[in-house]
């Protein structure tokens, strides 16, 4: 393989590799894709103020997530459905992710099971939750989770229904004969084994049918009444949700717009991000996901206020092209990139990446210092 020189030459890889129908499921957006390429191009419009003549000889990137210290803000978002990407997948994921010293984030639509990804040695991971009308089933996967030594939740909260991607409607997503590891994802989120149902996007559409679309408020709280774990409430856009995310005892807010899959028009993630720092304030730690491909794209959202991001599709594609060696190299070139970014920048470690070390397009103007003639 030539030498990969960023995150984003993985996608290419991975298109030529995947069957189109896997390739489609992982790259498509909801709808005209409108936030899908805002999440890029919003990121482009956030430009630098950097500072310069600082000792940037020595620069840390550790941080502490919810009490738990990582080598770098830069963690994994859950995706569906690895095994499609590669055989090994989540397994790869999680060893890559360990290895990198961050945390992994499991989806509930996983091809392997909680058990499975803790047997693949220590680390820190996540469970990425859906709700579903059988509360027992949730009940039981929370527990497992647990179990298996997961350490927090990331509630999913803007999927009561599934967005809709034309790609899998025209593809009609699903595998048939179902293999074995559909079986798993099937009995893990819903313990059912009943085949998809192939009316419209197909595997995707028919879990999502399993999803509770009444899920409201009251259930966070309820979700606190059976887990002790600290729920992160994942799909956060708004102050108004932020401040209710807090009042109902969410340990975190992640700005998320599901990678674009979900509502189209909705703003690029970047955007929305500072409105729900802010309606925080402070009270609980605000993560974002969604269009992070660089290392100056984590340091943006940190000097707009995020403890750190998480990223999805550039896990599926390095994982498709090279197993858990790709992911480890995602991983190390945006390490990499980001400790670049805050040497060019004047920063030393991630407490110092501040709100002026950037200007948005939605800053007001700046006063320039009178000058004396
Ligand atoms: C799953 O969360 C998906 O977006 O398909």
């Known amino acids: 393989m030539e ?3 960023n995150v984003m030459e993985y996608e290419e890889i991975a298109r030529q590799k995947l069957p189109k129908m896997v390739y489609d ?11 899908l390429k805002e999440n890029r191009n919003a990121f482009s419009r956030i430009l630098f103020r950097p500072r310069i003549l600082v000792d940037v000889s020595n620069i840390d990137m550790t941080t502490t997530v919810l009490g738990f210290k990582i080598s770098m803000p830069i963690m994994i978002a859950p995706t569906a459905m690895q095994k499609m990407a590669h055989p090994d997948g989540e397994n790869a994921t999680a060893r890559a992710a360990s290895a990198a010293d961050t945390i992994m984030t499991l989806s509930s639509w996983a091809t392997s099971s ?4 803790a047997s693949t040695g220590p680390g820190i991971r996540f469970f990425q939750l859906y709700v579903y009308k059988d509360r027992n089933v949730v009940a039981q996967l929370v527990r497992r989770a647990e179990r298996a030594g997961f350490k927090a939740i990331a509630l999913t909260v803007d ?3 599934l967005g809709r991607r034309e790609a899998d409607i025209k593809n009609r997503f699903v595998h048939e004969p179902l293999p074995r590891w559909i079986q798993t994802l099937l009995t893990t989120c819903v313990l059912s084994t009943e085949p998809p149902q192939t009316s419209d996007s197909g595997l995707a559409s028919y879990v999502a049918g399993q999803v509770d679309r009444t899920l409201s408020w009251k259930d966070v709280k309820w979700l606190q009444t059976i887990t002790s774990l600290p729920i992160l409430v994942k799909g956060v856009l708004t102050a108004e949700d932020a401040k209710l995310a807090v009042q109902n ?10 990678g674009a899959r979900q509502l189209d028009y909705v703003p690029a993630t970047i955007t929305a991000l500072e409105e729900v720092v ?11 996901d969604g269009g992070v491909r660089r290392g100056t794209d984590v340091f943006k959202a940190l000097a707009l206020g995020a403890s750190g991001v998480f990223i999805g599709r550039p896990v599926l594609f390095s994982l498709a092209a090279d197993g858990e060696a790709g992911v480890r190299k995602v991983l190390q070139m945006l390490r990499d990139e980001l400790e670049l970014t805050m040497a060019l920048s004047g ?4 407490k110092e990446i501040t709100r002026s070390h950037i200007a948005t397009d939605w800053d007001p103007p700046r006063s320039l210092p009178s000058s004396k003639l």
């Open 347 to 350: 920063c030393t470690s991630l």
């Open 25 to 35: 499921y992982y790259a498509s957006g909801a709808e005209d894709q409108w936030t």
């Open 249 to 258: 005892g969410a340990a975190g807010i992640i700005v998320s717009n599901h």
């Open 114 to 117: 909680v058990e499975e990804v």
């Open 3 to 5: 030498e990969i020189t």
């Open 278 to 288: 802010k309606a925080a304030q402070g009270r609980v730690p605000v993560f974002l």
């Open 159 to 161: 999927t009561p229904r």
